[in-house]
């Protein structure tokens, strides 16, 4: 599957699974933008993927700031010519029951993955529409999009919404050959998934050995996590998928945990 020359706007991108998809998409001839809140590490991740610049770039961006996506879309536009691809992927994760979780963790939770999803799709569907070469939006979901764990309310709630985005934006972008679909990866061990180990051991009370094997793998075929690549291929697939057949799709990718 080649991206020749396609241009891609990748959130979260300076770290874990964004940042692999964004190398991935270089390699088959993309041009990227790897938007992120820490810019250091997103202008890092371009010259080590780029180190010419002319077909990465980093761009400062907190996905749940209007001013700041507008601007950033914006800044991509201005230097690659147009947006082809998004990959609404930035994320955190925030792990309490219910009953503890605090509605501020929870707001926090709702604009990072649902705000920054909508602001940024809306964002670059004017530009889609406006070039006339269609497009693809790709949303980072999760197993939890389908499925629901303990502790995770906030992320679970959010995560099944990006599925309702994905149809809605696949049957609006359609007459403009503009394609929406969701991955949902299992456990991927970034550092993400690294910070949570230790926080659901005490939560839970057993041990972080037992999180990865009891918690995390136990419903998957081969006990195996997922991997950055297994996630990034994805994308790619889904990036340069040429037609209105697969949309508003969500694809699980997560050695069988979840099987729809
Ligand atoms: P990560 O922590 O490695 O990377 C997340 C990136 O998002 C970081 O670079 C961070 O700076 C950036 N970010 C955070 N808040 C932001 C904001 N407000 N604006 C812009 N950038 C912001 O995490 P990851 O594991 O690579 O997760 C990426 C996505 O994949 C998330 O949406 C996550 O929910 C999803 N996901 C991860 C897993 C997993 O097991 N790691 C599984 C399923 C889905």
Redesign the pocket.
Known sequence: MMLTDKVAVI?????????DIAKVYLAAGAKVAI????ID??NATALEFDPSGERAMGVA????QEDQVNAGIEAVVAKFGGIDILVS?????IVAPVVDYSFANWKKML???LD?AFLTTKACLKHMYAQGRGGSVIY?????SKEASKLKSA?VTA?HGLVGLAKVVAKEGAEHDVRANVI??????????EKQIPEQAKELGISEDDVVKKVMLAETVDGEF?T?DD?AQVALFLAGFPSNALTGQSIVVSHGWFMQ
């Open positions: 959130t979260g991108a300076a770290s874990g699974i964004g940042k938007a992120d809140l820490n590490a997103a961006m907190d996905v749940t992927n930035a994320g955190i994760q604009a990072i993955h920054g980072m979901g999760s197993v939890h992320y995560k949902c990866p299992g456990f991927v061990r970034t550092p993400l998934v997922t950055v996630v």
